[in-house]
């Protein structure tokens, strides 16, 4: 069982990028996905959520209008677009699966989002 994310970086304010979470070892389309982040010195906290079929998402008030959260569950994909990078986004961003009938979740390992001039 794996999530891997990709797709992390150095970017300016104001810049964009997409993360990606690549799934596999599971029936990703049974599994909710979530995005996480770490910032430097603080507790992991909610970014964005979407549910197994993709017909419903909701967001941290903090990224709401910015960022995108989608998935491609024919290629076993999540992804979360980024745009109007703000310093304050700088964090460890994580991919979040969860299937909660069953009671199982799983983690990425993380990818560094630095926003900085």
């Known amino acids: 069982v794996q999530l891997v994310e990709s797709g992390g970086g150095l970017v300016q304010p104001g810049g964009s990028l997409r993360l990606s979470c690549a799934a596999s070892?599971?029936?990703?389309?049974?599994?909710?996905m979530s995005w996480f982040r770490q910032p430097p010195g603080k507790e992991r906290e909610l970014v964005a959520r979407?549910?197994?079929?993709?017909?419903?998402?909701n967001y941290a008030d903090s990224v709401k209008g910015r960022f995108t959260i989608s998935r491609d569950n024919a290629k076993n994909t999540g992804y979360l677009q980024m745009n109007s990078l703000k310093p304050e986004d700088t964090a460890v961003y994580f991919c979040?699966?969860?299937?909660?009938?069953?009671?199982?979740?799983?983690w990425g390992q993380g990818t560094q989002v630095t926003v900085s001039s």
């Open positions: 979040h699966a969860n299937w909660v009938l069953v009671g199982r979740e799983y």
């Open positions: 070892g599971f029936t990703f389309s049974r599994y909710a």
């Open positions: 979407i549910t197994s079929t993709g017909d419903m998402t």
